[in-house]
């Protein structure tokens, strides 16, 4: 074998030969302001690893097209032994915000006694999305306020392509 071969075979053994091996389950499409002539859509889905016996519950930007993934993100509600499809029926209740470009989509979790995440996405390319990070101010204080807990939500969408309308409510640290 030669070393061009070798290091070909190392590459791919590397790769794809070790990975875990993940199942997915069945996908559900979440509802949004979506335009008809989009090519992405936003979906759920529980994805199990046999090697780990781990189940993670992700949301998926996905090119209608080719089917291929764009980005996962992992939602705030994973698989709880305590209240089996408690934490499916929540991720499958987010509220999908597309901006009117398509290029930016928000996905508000389902909200429950301030659990659930707002995630939002930019779309780079028809095979590349990247999440943004809410602005660390949102996560410390609003007004100067302290909050023991606090839930940040999608107010009213996208105001223009780059400005999202958000609200956030919580307890007030005492």
């Known amino acids: 074998m030669s ?10 053994i590397a790769i794809y030969g070790f990975a875990a091996p993940r199942t997915s ?6 509802e949004g302001d979506l335009p008809q002539n989009q090519e ?3 979906v759920v889905e529980e994805v199990k690893d046999q090697e ?13 097209k080719t089917g291929m993934s764009l980005i996962d993100i ?3 509600y994973q698989p709880d032994d305590d209240a089996p499809g408690w934490d499916l029926k929540n991720a499958k209740n987010a509220e999908i915000h597309w901006n009117k470009s398509c290029t930016k989509l928000a996905i508000d979790e389902d909200n429950y006694r301030y659990s659930g995440e707002v995630f939002i996405v930019a779309i780079v390319s028809a095979n590349k999305a990247k999440g943004i990070a809410l602005p660390e101010k949102l996560k410390n204080t609003r007004e100067g306020r302290k909050w023991d807990r606090y839930r940040v939500r999608v107010k009213s969408g996208w105001i223009t392509n780059d400005e999202l309308s958000i609200s956030v409510a919580g ?3 005492t």
């Open 74 to 76: 992992p939602s705030s």
């Open 171 to 173: 307890i007030e640290r």
């Open 3 to 12: 070393y061009t071969r070798l290091i070909v075979f190392v590459i791919f």
């Open 25 to 30: 389950g069945e996908q559900f499409d979440l």
């Open 40 to 42: 992405f859509k936003v």
């Open 52 to 64: 780990k016996h781990t189940t993670t519950i992700l949301y998926r930007v996905l090119n209608i």
